[in-house]
């Protein structure tokens, strides 16, 4: 159930791609300093690298350009 349930998910992430988030930034990343991590209304996380316009609390728009089982790797996208 959880592996029918994880290809789901690749599945709805997979066609996401491209899409642009409004995500709520929370920082930076765990795993990663040199990214941000932020979350879409969706409730699905977005790591994205820093812009002198990002910080925490602050609301970007992002492209999705990657799927990943949790979530997205993206780019900032310029208003």
Known sequence: LIDLQNSITAEINESEVGCIFEVLVEGPSQK???LLKGM????????F???DRTGSGG?????AEQS????FSASFVED
Not at 59 to 63: D, E, K
Not at 68 to 71: I, Q, R, T, V
């Open 32 to 34: 990663n300093p040199e």
């Open 40 to 47: 879409t209304r969706h409730f699905k996380t977005v790591h």
């Open 49 to 51: 690298p820093h812009t």
């Open 59 to 63: 609301l970007v728009r992002v492209r």
């Open 68 to 71: 990943h089982p949790w979530g």
